[in-house]
T-cell receptor, first 113, second 111 residues
Framework: KAGVTQTPRYLIKTRGQQVTLSCSPISGHRSVSWYQQTPGQGLQFLFEYFSETQRNKGNFPGRFSGRQFSNSRSEMNVSTLELGDSALYLC????????????FGPGTRLTVT | GENVEQHPSTLSVQEGDSAVIKCTYSDSASNYFPWYKQELGKRPQLIIDIRSNVGEKKDQRIAVTLNKTAKHFSLHITETQPEDSAVYFCAASIRNNRLAFGKGNQVVVIP
């Protein structure tokens, strides 16, 4: 099976702009979780989608949002970008949810200037 | 609580020696404990996991042990090789079927 894919791999944006990141899960996986990875904070949970519904949400401001499509592909949107949003954004897919085997994509490196 | 803590933050070992990384968790309801390996510039890779109904699981040179009473679990790497150098993340399932991650351990294998 093909692994989890994410696009784009790299992004450079300026403060105030918005950005949309995409994640395609492993075929047959219905759960997609998003994480923010920074050197000081490790992996911080953003949210999880399952069958087009947001099941879980982490402690991030409302500027961070997401959605999932009927084919399980997911998008994450960040509006009004801030410098502190610079990070590696990882998505992970699972057949049933994060409490089971979860596989990560390569990530999108977002740099906000 | 949802805290998962890893110790030590950095571990250097001689090639061929064993490495042990310990994680503690706070949620007594946690029942799934995966370990991920992340090499520089690459994605986290699931290397081994354990569920709360077993105390130990082994896969070739790596093993994970779980002590539910003490709320800690450990990753053991035997006969370390240079390719074992990476950051290792532990995680624990928490409420609402989520995973809480530790901040990672840098393991350096010295040839």
């Amino acid at each position: 099976k093909a692994g989890v894919t994410q696009t784009p791999r790299y992004l450079i944006k300026t403060r105030g702009q918005q950005v949309t990141l995409s994640c395609s899960p492993i075929s047959g996986h219905r759960s997609v979780s998003w994480y923010q990875q920074t050197p000081g904070q490790g992996l911080q949970f953003l949210f999880e989608y399952f069958s087009e519904t947001q099941r879980n949400k982490g402690n991030f401001p409302g500027r961070f949002s997401g959605r999932q499509f009927s084919n399980s592909r997911s998008e994450m949107n960040v509006s009004t970008l801030e410098l502190g949003d610079s990070a590696l954004y990882l998505c992970a897919s699972s057949s049933t949810g994060p409490g089971y085997e979860q596989y990560f994509g390569p990530g999108t490196r977002l740099t906000v200037t | 609580g949802e805290n998962v803590e890893q110790h030590p933050s950095t571990l250097s070992v001689q090639e061929g020696d064993s490495a042990v990384i310990k994680c503690t968790y706070s949620d007594s309801a946690s029942n799934y404990f995966p370990w991920y390996k992340q090499e520089l510039g690459k994605r986290p890779q699931l290397i081994i996991d354990i569920r709360s109904n077993v105390g130990e699981k082994k896969d070739q040179r790596i093993a994970v042990t779980l002590n539910k009473t003490a709320k800690h679990f450990s990753l053991h790497i035997t006969e370390t090789q240079p390719e074992d150098s990476a950051v290792y993340f532990c995680a624990a399932s928490i409420r609402n079927n989520r995973l809480a991650f530790g901040k990672g351990n840098q393991v350096v294998v010295i040839p």
